[in-house]
């Protein structure tokens, strides 16, 4: 399976300001995705990380607001970006990872944000 | 879209005792995931289902993907306190669906 770690583990920030999250996998990997779990809540796909172009966002998510950077294939960032308390959430990143026959997909420990 | 009903949303049970969940939709899925969440952590893969009808087991674990592909369910045979948890189905068509999750509590 794929090892995956991010920076930071959680975070205490002021509204207003941004807060960038890095995902760091131990193998290469071709997908790459940023969730969010906010609080009780399920997982939303925030969007897929492309290396070497544009990110793809899911309805209701914009890159103003969360930018994300893929400059390889083992590495992205998502930023979140003027932040409210409404941002305090769970972000978690995720890779595609083919075992065996089959493409399986795994979850970095996530990032703990609360926003004030 | 594509949503997914997953239940018992919560469940208290003894240990020892044997626990079941699924997840329902609408849509049809080529994949069915099921992962479990412990306070503080992502989400840990612990069964991935590729064929309609297929039963996979993983120790106490036993997972089936419908045959209509539109349900799986997750067994857990004499659970023990560490089973605590929430639980995950996610379908995939393209893109990962989650379910709602089932909160699960061991009672020692």
């Known amino acids: 399976s794929a090892v995956i770690s991010q920076k930071p583990s959680r975070d205490i920030c002021q509204r207003g300001t941004s807060l960038t999250i890095q995902c760091q996998v131990d193998?290469?990997?071709?997908?790459m995705f940023w969730y969010r779990q906010q609080p009780g809540q399920s997982l939303t796909l925030i969007a897929t990380?492309?290396?070497?172009?544009?990110?793809?966002?899911e309805s209701g998510f914009v890159i103003d607001k969360f930018p994300i950077s893929r400059p390889n294939l083992t590495f992205s960032t998502l930023t979140v970006s003027n932040m409210s308390p409404e941002d305090s959430s769970i972000y978690l990143c995720?890779?595609?990872?083919?075992?065996?026959?089959?493409?399986?997909?795994?979850f970095g420990p996530g990032t703990r944000l609360t926003v004030l | 879209g594509q949503q997914l009903n997953q239940s018992p949303q919560s469940m208290f049970i003894q240990e020892g005792e044997d626990v079941s969940m699924n997840c329902t939709s609408s849509?049809?899925?080529?994949?069915w995931l099921w992962y479990k969440q412990d306070p503080g952590e992502g989400p840990v893969l612990l069964i991935a289902l590729y064929k309609a009808g297929e039963l996979t087991s993983n120790g106490r674990l036993t997972a089936q993907f419908g045959i209509t592909r539109k349900d799986s369910f997750l067994n857990i045979s004499a659970s023990i306190p560490s089973d605590v948890g929430i639980y995950f189905c996610?379908?995939?068509?393209?893109?990962?669906?989650f379910g709602q999750g089932t909160i699960l509590t061991v009672h020692p």
């Open positions: 990380a492309n290396q070497g172009s544009e990110a793809t966002y």
């Open positions: 996610a379908g995939r068509r393209g893109k990962l669906t």
């Open positions: 995720s890779v595609e990872w083919r075992g065996g026959l089959y493409n399986e997909q795994f």
């Open positions: 849509s049809i899925f080529n994949t």
């Open positions: 193998s290469q990997v071709t997908m």
